[in-house]
């Protein structure tokens, strides 16, 4: 175990574990607040992350046969449903543009907090014929959601995320597709790039998506026994399509309206990740999405040291490992440790003059806390294996907790019970919509 | 030579070089409007194809040690250097949010124009020591500035751009750091992965960027002979980090003020690209940065053309080549080629009952027309390196282009009749101020 002797930096997760994450966020220079209230700026370590996780995201995306497209910040005002007399008289989520070129705008214009207006125009110009559909469409892009209890990555003014919008002939069709979003792009990723378990299921009419027939998602748990949702699919009929007149013609000629989806995950997801892995030490970043998976630490300032550490940096890059090299020798070893520690890097690698002489490097991994001492000439060769089991252990220790802190419960009242700890499991049948309302009233949701 | 019997669809370019661009980008599904004026919608097409030139983009600057971040979309408006009034006392291109929260806003918020002022103030707080430095930040974002005479990617009111801003302990670094931008990462990308040579130099003082010392501009001619501003690096001397007060510590316990550069690129390009290689049947896009790079049209409705088609596909992406398959035999086999002739889809294969029967595909080029026959069974195989040489000839012809239509030139008069039909290329120091001053009047600009 890691055992260095220090001043805990990280206010401990027990004692307050939405100030311990504001401490991680800040001390692993994840992101700082915007100068804007509610806003965020998102350093380059938790960029680097969100950028892997994206690319992670978008090639499941593209392997459904959905392409990117980039629709406009700026949304005309005729494109709400609510014609506001005056921009007081907008949804208070909303940010509007009064002025520009110099001048009063003659309608005002709303910064998008989804694109879903313009995904509907859209789709109702570019789908003509049967041979249109199925229309698979997703962006990557900024909203805006005006926050008056802001947390970062978790409730943002500004956020960044995928929306994905698909039209298509039949119900079948539509509704096959959001479950291949839901199972094999969303629950996959989350699973298998993230290492977070998830329940998935439908949400309850209440929580359902205004205008969603069936609403599905991935619900994790947390470190603290919350749950936080990480992407939800929702089949909309042909409610949306009735709004926007998406419709086609059919083999034989008639016209027909479309059957559509829409899904979506954002930077909340980063949140989500930080919040269900890390502990009082810090981050603990899941192997494949880690920006740096091993960082090798030149323990002192003597050319042999630099030269191999240099050298094992370029061995595991060839062997597809993201290296990072530390060589920044003028300050102390466990100063250097601890910053890796708290950053969540899964391997910690040092290689220091006495480690040299045994020929061999100590490796620490961020999951179990563990150190061993590796073989210098084989270790960059084991370290993809040894990734893979650290993305096993890690999902595997999160399963455990999800199901050692989930209890079958038989009614409302146990239910709230369970909450405070964790999740209560309870039939649809037996609590129904009276039940749900008890515990909304009571500070606790149902997920699914 | 292609030469299928149709209507021409697109307006010639001798006959109306704007309105084949915009011909083009409708016919060819690259963009359309959006809703409001001068915003643009990215189509799936031309999203892909930007989506492989940010990649080759992003790991160039990646190369060169620079990490990317994410500032927020909004700047408060004491950020900006005019302390406005009242919002018409901005500067006309920015928009202006005043209303939020459903309420007016005490303080209005401005959409970024660009981020430099939120990287100046966050970098002010980040580097503190010279074992900050460099601090090499990017950021791929959409910005916005109000644009009167809006055209398509070229001058549009939201934009999506990256730019770059960091900050060395010397002007010899930052010096070179910033002709390491212009030289390796945009010369380097617009010549290899967009095949369109550009002329390298300094912006004169009239042309460069406000606060800079030096502004370093890749200039490209297009297809009417005019020049085309593809992307800017500039050393900002200490003037920004003065402004922001960006200082360091050095070794020896002194406080310094830093040397920063910024440097940007946006998809101003994408414009850049159809101007530059386009011709009248329509796009060329070069083969690296092509979302598609061989469209395999299978001619006829028979079981055994379809099936080798797709194999083809198959075995055209195990080669590394992004392969389409146009299967939609109940359309005639002349609108699809016109189609993918059109969106200049780099290699158009054409698979036959006829052709089978001789074991062979029949192959279009889109750079020069060329149609040949190829032996089914190692065209796949062969693809890569085919892209490669037209990729070749794609940068050939286009250097021939601007070497014909530049001319060297002795007076200003000389350099105005020049710039009707291509470039001028005068010294400097014959030039002048005065000169540039008085081509400015006749509506010749100086690139470099
Ligand atoms: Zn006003
Ligand atoms: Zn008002």
Known sequence: MATQ????VLTPQAEDFPRWYQDVLEKAEMADNGPVRGTMVIRPYAYGLWENMQREVDSRIKATGAENVYLPLFIPQSYLEREAEHVEGFSPELAVVTHAGGKELGEPVVVR???????GEMMAKWVQSHRDLPMRLNQWANVVRWELRPRLFLRTTEFLWQEGHTAHATEADASAYARTIHLDVYRDFLQNALAIPVLTGLKTPRERFAGAVTTMTCEAMMG???ALQMATSHELGQNFARAFDIGFTDETGQVQTCWTTSWGSSTRMV???IMAHGDDQGLRIPPRVAPIQAAVI???DDPRTLQVAADL???LERFGVRARLDDRTSQ???RRATEWELKGVPLRVEVGPRDLEAGRVTVARRDSGEKTQEPLDTFAEEAPALLSRMHAALIDSSRARLAERTHDVATSEEAFEAAQTGFGRIAWSTLGEDGEADLNRRGVTVRC
């Open 113 to 119: 907090p989804t694109s879903e207006t313009v995904f």
């Open 5 to 8: 002797n220090r001043a805990p």
């Open 224 to 226: 603290d026994g919350k």
């Open 271 to 273: 949140g989500g990740l």
């Open 313 to 315: 940096v370029a061995e």
């Open 332 to 334: 102390g070893f466990g």
């Open 298 to 300: 030149a323990v002192k």
